[in-house]
């Protein structure tokens, strides 16, 4: 698991798995924030934990980078530094390959089936991103919007000030663009007329809890299914016998939560 804040998600899986309503191991965390209140929640559970500093990289240049991945092709294909320099997009970019490249020598040394995103603060590059999905998708993300609406960093807040009645959270495998890849499965709640974006946040989070552990449990189990669509498009198809009844129940607590 990747974080950088808090780690509500990491503990609510960590409740789960110790609870036994969550058939899976969390093999490591790392974040990229020393101060990150997961790394002792992870601790505390006797996760490995890891910090990986992205500021110690800040010198790492061109040169280094290459010795990696072809840069300039990187360039071509990643979305996320928008500089019209492209002297500054590889430098840049240079950087951030230096640190992905700690991220996936730790990952890789632990042989995980998923990398989860939680709250990690920072877009991965292709490197990263190729790298892990190499023998297929494994890289997966919570995000709190319905997407394909709402991509981006503020899901809550747009869904809220857009006037949506209904708002939702979304757990998608993770390619090249922004909040793009295949949708796994989705969570609404109701937008009532006296709410304030905290109480949408904190109704949101309460499903993003139980839909992510969830996701993970039906991918542990084999209940995921990536199938091409009518576009040749990869769209996950959900197996468990159960799906429809557990969806239907995270409406029904939805609807039940004023707060």
């Not at 757990?171 to 969570?187: L, R, S, W």
């Not at 992510?212 to 542990?220: H, K, P």
């Amino acid at each position: 698991m990747l974080i950088s804040g808090g780690g509500t998600n990491l503990q609510a899986m960590i409740d789960r798995i110790a609870a036994g309503t969550l058939d899976a191991e969390i093999a490591v965390v790392l974040s990229d924030r020393l101060g990150a209140f997961g790394l002792k929640r992870a601790q505390r559970a006797n996760i490995p934990a890891f910090h990986v500093d992205y500021g110690t990289f800040a010198k790492s240049t061109s040169a280094e980078a290459e010795s990696l991945v072809d840069l300039a092709g990187l360039d071509r294909r990643q979305k996320i530094i928008k500089s019209a320099d492209p002297a500054e997009r590889l430098t840049r970019l240079a950087r951030l390959v230096a640190a992905e490249h700690e991220l996936i020598r730790i990952i890789d040394s632990y042989r995980p089936d998923y990398v989860c995103l939680a709250g990690f603060m920072r877009l991965l590059t292709p490197y990263f991103i190729s790298h892990m999905n190499a023998g297929g998708p494994r890289i997966i993300n919570i995000h709190p919007a319905l997407l394909p609406s709402f991509p981006g960093r503020h899901g809550y807040e747009d869904t809220f000030e857009s006037g949506c009645k209904w708002g939702g959270v979304t757990v998608h495998f993770v390619d090249e663009g922004e909040d793009t890849g295949p949708i796994i499965a989705q969570a609404v709640y109701p937008i009532w007329p006296d709410d304030d974006i905290e109480k949408v946040r904190n109704r949101g989070l309460s499903i993003e809890y139980e839909l992510y552990s969830q996701v993970i449990d039906w991918l542990a189990g084999g209940y995921a299914a990536i199938k091409r669509g009518p576009d040749g498009r990869p769209r996950v198809e959900i197996t468990h016998p159960n799906y429809a009844a557990i969806v239907s129940e995270w409406v029904a607590k939805a609807c039940r939560r004023q707060g």
